[in-house]
């Protein structure tokens, strides 16, 4: 009888461990990669959403961080007659998008249709903003490793600049570039949260 309980409780460990280990890869999660991206619709709305929770924690704003121009020098600059309420990487289409994404991905031609059709002269207007950047990646479904090569290469050449004497400071508003991981969310709301002009 006695040599019955050790079978009987050895049996039952074996199952509890396995059992365990079964549940950790169940919950085990990996970064989202470009190619793992679902497709939704809502009225006629084409969404994009990672279909794993990112294991890494996303960059976030902090006020102060980033240099801000001043409200004059915005409307000036950008030639806007309204109050702008995210920063001015929020609301700029980087040329390289157009000249910097191989075309079997999307034609330069397409992105200028695209933008032609859907611009707003007033993006503030309305409650639901959306960053133009993220929208035409969310609608040509531009892989995330693209968006990146293009950014390094926008960096590497301010870095150039600032190497051969030019004032150009990364942490200034005038400067700052998109942040690939945060456009990824496809979440408005963190986007506009991350991008706040404060």
Wanted: proline share 7%.
């Amino acid at each position: 009888m006695k040599m019955y309980k050790k079978i009987l409780i050895a049996f039952i460990s074996i199952i509890v461990i396995l059992l365990m280990l079964t549940s950790c890869d169940m919950f085990a999660t990996t970064e989202a990669e470009p190619s793992q991206l679902t497709e939704t619709s809502s009225l006629g709305a084409t969404i994009f959403t990672p279909t794993t929770v990112p294991t890494t924690p996303l960059p976030t704003y902090t006020p102060g961080s980033v240099s801000l121009l001043s409200p004059e020098e915005v409307k000036k600059q950008y030639d806007v007659t309204y109050e702008m309420k995210f920063r001015k990487c929020y609301y700029t289409i980087p040329g390289w998008i157009e000249t910097d994404i191989p075309d079997e991905i999307v034609s330069a031609k397409d992105i200028r249709e695209y933008n032609d059709r859907y611009f707003v002269d007033n993006p503030d207007a309305g409650t639901d903003y959306v960053m133009p950047l993220k929208r035409i990646i969310e609608h040509f479904k531009i892989p995330k490793e693209e968006i990146e090569k293009c950014i390094e290469a926008e960096k590497q050449a301010y870095l150039d600049l600032i190497s051969d004497g030019y004032s150009i400071d990364l942490n200034s508003e005038e400067y700052e570039l998109p942040n690939a991981d945060i456009i990824y969310t496809f979440d408005d709301e963190i986007i506009n949260d991350y991008y706040r002009r404060e």
